[in-house]
Antibody
Framework: EVQLVESGGGLVQPGGSLRLSCAAS????????MDWVRRAPGKGLEWVAN????????YYVDSVKGRFTISRDNAKNSLYLQVNSLRAEDTAVYFC??????WGQGTLVTVSS | DIQMTQSPSSLSASVGDRVTITCRAS??????LSWFQQKPGKAPKALIY???SLQSGVPSKFSGSGSGTDFTLTISGLQPEDFAIYYC?????????FGQGTKVEIK
């Protein structure tokens, strides 16, 4: 059974940082593109970033470039999103996804003072 | 960036109805389009990829069509579990972009 379990969210002050994690199981993680997508309160889905199977290619939406970093550890079947210089508008549920065809339940990031 | 425009933004329908949601891309994306369903507090669920191919396990009451810039998602025989928000997504180029969503509500 394919499973994606996100963790690492929480309440953080503006300018702060968090490291989001996604534990994957039930499929060949090392062969899969992986994505992060977020949904802000009352808003729609926004694609954030993705990474290729060996981690050599990474793509980001403009609004997070230079602040967020996607990475992976294939030995641990884990995906990460380092989120720095957080802003109020980054408040959202962050979902990890296998190639946008299977999704985890999400982890909530709240940026507030 | 490619802009994806869905219509309508919301609709009311009855159980058993057939509904159609449209998605228009600001430039041609061939058939690199997916459709997703999201219910409150739940993860999005992939329904359609490649504009018209059904994801594994998705019932055939969901169907997709289109190519280029204009796409549709049709839900036949609406059931209570189908009331949700539906999103299109283009994966022709980066950044990937979603439509703003269509909320399907019970009439």
């Amino acid at each position: 059974e394919v499973q994606l379990v996100e963790s690492g969210g929480g309440l953080v002050q503006p300018g702060g940082s968090l490291r989001l994690s996604c534990a994957a199981s039930g499929f060949s993680f090392s062969d899969s593109w992986m994505d992060w997508v977020r949904r802000a309160p009352g808003k729609g889905l926004e694609w954030v970033a993705n990474i290729n199977p060996d981690g050599s290619e990474k793509y980001y939406v403009d609004s997070v470039k230079g602040r967020f970093t996607i990475s992976r550890d294939n030995a641990k079947n884990s995906l990460y999103l380092q989120v720095n210089s957080l802003r109020a508008e980054d408040t959202a549920v962050y979902f990890c996804s296998r190639s946008l065809n299977f999704w985890g339940q999400g982890t909530l990031v709240t940026v507030s003072s | 960036d490619i802009q994806m425009t869905q219509s309508p933004s919301s609709l009311s329908a009855s159980v058993g109805d057939r509904v159609t949601i449209t998605c228009r891309a600001s430039q041609g994306i061939a058939n690199y389009l997916s459709w997703f369903q999201q219910k409150p507090g739940k993860a999005p669920k992939a329904l359609i990829y490649g504009a018209s191919s059904l994801q594994s396990g998705v019932p055939s009451k969901f169907s997709g069509s289109g190519s280029g810039t204009d796409f549709t998602l049709t839900i036949s025989g609406l059931q209570p579990e189908d009331f949700a928000i539906y999103y299109c997504l283009q994966y022709d180029s980066y950044p990937r972009t979603f439509g703003q969503g269509t909320k399907v509500e019970i009439k």
